[in-house]
């Protein structure tokens, strides 16, 4: 991994962390605030009304941001065309959710949903107008731009959505919260984006972008079916209550990779299509960004599953407590779904998105069948051992397509996950063994949590110095990246890991 694309590659990730974690913050506290305002009720009609546009939010601009950012050269015509597609598309499905809004509010037996998805959808032709400007940015790895323009849509959206509240204006305060944002970031991008639509409209050129990008769309929407067809098995099967109890679990135990996993990924996108023609060091930075994910993922989810009773307890309350088997599945499947989504984005960047929706129309096949059987045996612990059983299975099988196309060592890629794995374990051991010291001692649940947390972190940073001495190293190369001086770094553990 060359330097410069090192730094520019170290420097992308902290920009989105810095603006995810900033417009996270934001949207927080908005929230807190408008629970305050709003009633249940209104929630709940916003969430049906975005499961819908969610759905079909999957097929505006079929995918051709990811085309661009996948193909090394494009003719000013071909982007013009896709352009013109992707708002052409984008009309489509307006057109389409305009039609279907009747029938769903007649289904949830809500009228208001009506209205509600019906103005929603303008943000399929409000996002396309944005979509090939950000696909640029992507491109460029100007992530510093695309987390400004994502914070500042955060905020407009808060400060819309409180306001509209403030004046009584129920659940469409949310309604046009969502429509400020799409706003704000379609006008974002495209002022900060180098390309403009001028010229002649290639049609024709941008078929083939288009195909590529319809194998996308079809890959994502069968991720979206196997990744929800656990809740749709728990709550027809099992009903609501165990519904419940299973969201707030897949919720608290995907915490850590989701938030880490998806940052990861928006750099990978663009990086692993700049590599796409030099195999050797493509897989040298699937390595590298697979040991970093788990770097920070495996210790939290190790953690978590060890004081989980603890955690559900102090967090949850006593009435969740039934979380706790169903979590302690979903944070060992947090092991492997964490990382592999990597290895799907490499299927993407190189340009095999053919064989990346076939793996994902079978994990969707695989898992929802897994997900019934499961529910059927042995209810909650039947579908958490799908996930641990099952999935972990499915994802050698992607690794196996990557490696056959890449040249990437499955060997060398499991040997990587090896030492960070022992240092989870051993932190894991020395939690449980303070645990049982806490209890002996009769101390209070919250205490017992606090020294679980205080000694796992400590075992944890123990062993990265003292044992996996290359963490250290990379480390220390991250933080140069970022801007800080090399000298600070001639200092311990630093200088004993490099002489080690």
């Known amino acids: ?37 709003l009633s249940p009720a209104d929630y709940g009609l916003m969430e049906i009304a975005m499961m819908f546009i969610s759905f079909v939010s999957f097929f505006n601009e079929i995918g051709m941001g990811a085309a661009i950012v ?16 992707a708002v052409a598309s984008s009309i489509i499905l307006l057109i389409i959710t305009l039609v279907a809004s009747g029938p769903i509010a007649t289904f949830f037996k809500h009228s208001e949903l009506r209205a509600m998805i019906s103005t929603l959808a303008l943000g399929f032709v409000i996002g396309s107008f944005g979509a ?51 706003t704000v970031c379609s006008i974002g991008f495209y002022l900060l984006s180098p390309w403009r639509p001028y010229g002649r409209y290639g049609i024709r050129e941008a078929v083939d972008l288009a195909l590529f990008g319809m194998h996308v769309t079809t890959s994502r929407v069968f991720w979206f079916l196997y990744s929800n067809a656990d809740r749709a098995v728990v709550g027809r099967i099992l009903g609501p209550a165990s519904l419940g109890i299973y969201g707030m679990a897949f919720s608290l135990a995907t915490l850590p990779s989701s938030q880490i996993t998806s940052l990861v990924i928006n750099v ?70 964490s990382v592999d989504p990597l290895l799907s984005q490499v299927l993407t960047s190189i340009g095999n998105v053919k064989r990346l929706a076939a793996y994902t129309a079978m994990c969707a096949l695989v898992m929802s069948l897994a997900f019934v059987a499961g529910a059927w045996l042995d209810g909650l612990r039947g579908v958490s051992a799908a996930w641990v059983v099952v999935y972990p299975l499915l994802s050698v099988k992607l690794l196996r397509d990557v490696s056959r196309l890449t040249g990437l060592s499955m060997r060398a890629y499991y040997r990587c996950l090896l030492p960070i794995l022992a240092g989870t374990l051993a932190m894991a051991a020395v939690v449980l063994l303070v645990r049982q010291l806490m209890y002996s001692l009769g101390l209070q649940i919250p205490l017992i949590l606090a020294a ?39 200092r311990w553990p630093f200088v004993r890991a490099s002489r080690s």
């Open 1 to 37: 991994m060359q330097n410069d694309l090192r730094s520019k590659t170290i420097k992308a990730i902290s920009h989105l962390g810095l603006g995810s974690a900033l417009g996270k913050l934001i949207s927080l506290g908005s929230t807190l605030l408008l629970a305050r305002l």
């Open 70 to 85: 996948q193909k090394s050269s494009l003719t000013q015509a071909e982007v013009n065309g896709c352009f013109a597609i």
């Open 452 to 490: 679980e947390v205080i000694s796992g972190a400590l075992a944890y940073l123990a062993w990265i110095i003292f044992v996996d001495r290359n963490a250290v190293q990379e480390i220390r190369q991250i933080l140069i990246d970022l801007g800080a001086p090399a000298a600070r770094f001639e």
């Open 268 to 337: 990978a996108s663009p990086l692993f299509s700049k590599l796409q023609h030099e195999r050797e060091r493509l897989n040298s930075v699937v390595i590298h960004m697979t040991r970093g994910i788990a770097y920070v993922v495996y210790p939290a989810l190790i953690g978590m599953l060890a004081c989980s009773h603890e955690l559900i307890l102090v967090v949850l309350g006593p009435k969740w407590i039934d979380c706790q088997i169903p979590f302690a599945a979903l944070c060992i499947m947090g092991l492997v779904k």
């Open 132 to 182: 090939i400007p950000e696909a640029f940015l992507r491109k460029e790895m100007q992530f510093k731009a695309i987390a400004g323009v994502t914070i500042l849509s955060i905020l407009l959206q808060s400060i819309t959505s409180v306001a509209l509240a403030l004046m009584g204006y129920g659940v469409w305060a949310l309604v046009w919260g969502s429509l400020v944002a799409a």
